[in-house]
């Protein structure tokens, strides 16, 4: 348990590192909003079972365009031992042109991290257009599909894996009671060539403020690949509770 406690604070650290330099930080933040969600779980009796996750996401927008700035470290441990280690950096810039704005393009560099799946890195940059199918207040709902290409260093046998992927996207935003909203974040990654395989992302989100800056969020994560690799499962699953912080 101690050890996991430090873990998740070098998390911490190492996140807030990597969206806010320490040089400057006033300066840095200027112009930028994002958030800080921490969720833990722990189960003792027959199994001693302990997970933590911890997501920052930082925005900042200009004129009919943003960059975007995403991190995720997920961690566990069963009877004091780790069964669970990834992480993931996303960096994402998108522009809104065309009649009321609704076309945009992206461009974007997805990095990530899975000790138990054998991966020691997976980058994936990719370009691609999209379009705000809905841009209200209550519902929101951004589609997009585009091509990148995907590069794979795995642990176990050094090998390395390249090849070219198409990418499709969508992300939708629903209000529910007063302030309360539910969200999909989805994913799909098909390979382009024979027996490349296909992966995707899904998260769930319930959030519920608490007061201005703080939410109550629950969050279901499924990771697929269809190729995961000799002794490993294709699908990953996760749920989790914990607060955000918005800044």
Do not use: C
């Amino acid at each position: 348990m101690k050890n996991l406690s430090w873990k998740i604070w070098g998390g911490v650290l190492v996140a807030g590192h990597l969206l806010f330099p320490a040089t400057s930080a006033a300066h840095v933040l200027k112009g930028w909003t994002g958030d800080i969600f921490a969720g833990y779980s722990r189960s003792s009796g027959n199994t001693d079972k302990s997970t933590a996750n911890l997501n920052a996401e930082a925005i900042k927008k200009f004129d009919h365009s943003q960059f975007l700035l995403k991190g995720n470290v997920f961690y566990s441990e069963t009877s004091n031992k780790m069964d669970g280690q990834k992480w993931d950096a996303l960096s994402k810039y998108t522009r809104d042109y065309g009649k009321d704005y609704r076309w945009f393009n992206y461009y974007q560099v997805l990095a990530e991290h899975d000790f138990f799946a054998g991966i020691d890195y997976r980058i994936t940059p990719a370009t691609g257009i999209g379009y705000h199918i809905a841009t209200g207040e209550d519902f929101k709902w951004d589609a997009d599909i585009g091509v990148g290409y995907r590069i794979t260093q795995y642990k176990t046998n050094k090998n390395r894996e390249e090849t070219p992927t198409a990418l499709l996207h969508t992300f939708l935003k629903k209000n529910v009671f007063i302030k309360a909203f539910i969200a999909e974040d989805l994913s799909v990654y098909p390979g382009l060539l024979p027996d490349s395989g296909v992966i995707i992302k899904s998260e769930s989100i319930f959030s519920n403020p608490l007061s201005e800056r703080l939410d109550l969020q629950l969050k279901y994560i499924v990771d697929y690949n269809s190729d995961p690799g000799p002794g490993k499962t294709t699908t990953d699953k996760l749920f989790i509770a914990g607060l955000k912080y918005h800044f």
